[in-house]
């Protein structure tokens, strides 16, 4: 059987200490996964379940997708469970799951929008069972499901809610296929969660349906196709350009590499190749985000990176850094890494407010403190939604970060992402601790203590982002959709017990090979300068714009630091930009300060603060982008 060339290393072995993402966790943990719940029980979401299982009366209240919301909260609990024990949480998911399993029909079917009152579903759920699955979420309902269940199994050992994914998928899979129903969902997700059955199982079956759907698209076997916006117009191995929904898009995208992982299919290979090459090279907005428009939620024409009409969703910024994972465990290659880490430390991290109760739906480069780009009609950032899939899915990714820090091939050990932090675990027969010191992102200063239980040979593969590399190397991201103005860095430096190693970079990655043996030190420096960006030509928007960034982060200018109005401001190239980090400022941040001009050509001072940090201080005015003086 094929499967990914490399293992990442399991968060449950890894211990994340550091200042920057430890609070954030802890914040999704205690504060935003029990926040989570009681907005599901406020809303009803809870009691639809009860309701379809017969344990209450009413209506269904609601969005037909809403399960899903619940389902996902359950995830991210069984995450924060593998952390550290919870029997309160445990107990109460542990009734949740009761609720699940008296919703579920007799034959594995659960989809409480239509069990509650089968004769008179809501609108779009279709007369019958998988009549209207463009729209109506009965199969993206479930994917989510099965994630929870395997997390949930694997957190505490029972079975319960396992039987209940696992009763659904033998129905699905009885259901649809070669021979039986041919269909597809509009919204992909299931293909994800049946690998996840696939593996716990190793029931070949859930992957083999998994593929079907996603081999189903854009084949017009007795059904209308569903078109674009579900990357449902071509067969998924012909599609080169990223169309559609985002999120949607990411979710199959990173199904499609899971099946050319397990399957060892090279159509499937050479398709995701092309994808990524399409959205790093022409899509990608400078935070990570992807999906330019708000019509759709979807991705844009070529070249397509508006600002203050960016739609940017936090759910499609997730998919992508779960994308650009499941690419580098295919391949070993580090730019996938460095969009990964693009979309965590801004697209993403925008979207979860730090009090973990507040959220962004929508991501904008710029803000004019009148367009009301987020969801609900607002500017500010939002207690819950209507459709809260951006809420509920941020505790999925947050409590098992420390998973995407490390991984493991042969006799090579992967160093991803900088966090302080300590892992335990096994590397060819030898028992290998390893941790992290470091203050990044703020410092590029990293030591590395590895400690190994016999003397063993390997590689450690060091990634050296692309934002600490000279140009060709040194661009924002692996394509040419960005570059730097300063076309040099400072040169990296590592050691190894206090002697000096060369830096040579092999796909991203300084090599340290040798024969460990009982513990060695090494440092890494990673240069960090400001550093202006301008975009490609080609995307209209951005031409004579320039922006600002400093290690893995995008920064942005925030009326709450600068009277001007900053959507005018532009840059002179000879501004002198100096970092100084302020600990009082939210939680602790490095800001840029820096000159610009007004309209009126006068000098004013700014100060620039990370993306992922704005509106936290009541609405009004932001840019990414400034102009640029040339």
Avoid at 106 to 126: H, Q, V
Avoid at 131 to 158: D, I, P, R, W
Avoid at 586 to 597: D, E, M, N, R, Y
Wanted: charged share 20%; with cysteine; proline share 6%.
């Amino acid at each position: 059987m094929s499967d990914y060339p490399i293992t990442p290393v399991p968060f449950t072995s890894v211990t994340i200490q550091d200042k920057f993402w430890k609070p954030r966790i802890d914040t999704a943990v205690n504060v935003t996964i029990p926040y989570d719940f009681e907005k599901c029980e406020e809303t009803g979401r809870i009691d639809n379940f009860a309701k379809a299982g017969g344990l209450m009366g009413g209506p269904h209240k609601g969005i037909f997708y809403d399960d899903s919301d619940v389902f996902k909260v359950v995830e991210g609990a069984a995450y924060a469970l593998q952390i550290a024990p919870n029997h309160e949480l445990e107990s109460y998911v542990d009734k949740l799951i009761d609720k699940f399993a008296a919703a579920q029909e007799d034959d594995g079917y659960l989809y409480t929008a239509r069990t509650i009152d089968p004769s008179n579903p809501p609108e779009p759920c279709g007369p019958e069972r998988w009549s209207n699955l463009v729209v109506n979420h009965e199969l993206y309902n479930v994917g989510h499901m099965y994630e929870a269940a395997v997390a949930y199994y694997q957190a505490t050992g029972k079975r319960k809610f396992l039987e209940v994914a696992l009763k659904n998928a033998d129905l699905i899979d009885s259901v649809f296929g070669a021979n039986k129903l041919r269909d597809v969902p509009g919204h992909q997700e299931i293909e994800i969660g049946l690998v996840r059955l696939y593996r716990v199982t190793g029931d070949r079956k859930y992957l083999e349906l998994a593929r079907f759907f996603l081999d189903e698209r854009g084949r017009a076997n007795g059904r209308e196709l569903y078109g674009p916006y579900c990357q449902d117009h071509l067969p998924v191995i012909d599609q080169t350009e990223a169309v559609g929904h985002a999120v949607r898009a990411g979710y199959m995208y990173a199904g499609m590499t899971d099946i050319a992982a397990l399957t060892g299919n090279a159509a499937y290979t050479s398709a995701v190749t092309a994808l990524w090459e399409n959205v790093v090279g022409k899509k990608l907005a400078l935070t990570g985000g992807i999906g330019a428009r708000h019509e759709g939620e979807a991705f844009g024409d070529n070249y397509e990176l508006p600002n203050l009409t960016a739609y940017n969703e936090t759910c499609a910024a997730q998919a992508n850094i779960l994308w650009n994972h499941r690419l580098f465990l295919l391949t070993g290659d580090a730019k996938y890494i460095d969009v990964l880490e693009r979309a965590l430390y801004n697209g993403f991290l925008s979207g979860v407010g730090m009090d973990g109760t507040s959220f962004y739906y929508v991501n904008p480069l710029a803000c004019d403190g009148e367009y009301p780009f987020n969801r609900e009609n607002a500017m500010s950032r939002q207690p819950w939604y209507e459709t809260s899939c951006c809420p509920t899915n941020v505790v999925r990714l947050l409590p098992s970060l420390s998973g995407y820090i490390y991984g493991l091939r042969d006799q090579a050990l992967y160093v991803n992402l900088y966090v302080e932090s300590e892992a335990a675990f096994e590397l060819n027969g030898t028992d290998l601790s390893i941790t992290q010191t470091t203050d990044y992102p703020w410092d590029g200063a990293v030591l590395i203590n590895i400690a190994v239980s016999k003397p063993s040979a390997f590689s450690l593969k060091l990634r050296i982002p692309s934002f600490a590399q000279s140009s060709p190397h040194g661009k924002p991201l692996p394509s040419d959709l960005y570059r730097y103005l300063d076309e040099t860095a400072d040169p990296v430096k590592l050691s190894v017990d206090g002697e000096d190693i060369p830096v040579e970079i092999q796909e991203g990655y300084a090599i340290v090979s040798r024969r460990w043996e009982g513990s060695a030190r090494v440092r890494l420096s990673l240069p960090m300068p400001i550093r202006p960006v301008v975009a490609h030509p080609a995307v209209a928007e951005l031409q004579d714009k320039v922006a600002l960034e400093r290690g893995p982060l995008v920064y942005a200018l925030e009326g709450a630091d600068n009277d001007a109005s900053l959507l005018d401001l532009a840059l002179d190239e000879s501004s002198q930009l100096r970092a100084e980090h302020s600990p009082d400022l939210l939680g602790g941040l490095t800001i840029v300060h820096g000159s610009a001009l007004d309209t009126q050509g006068r000098s004013l001072d700014f100060t620039a603060i990370p993306y992922y940090a704005w509106g936290h201080r009541g609405d009004g005015q932001m840019t990414v982008w400034l102009n640029r003086l040339k």
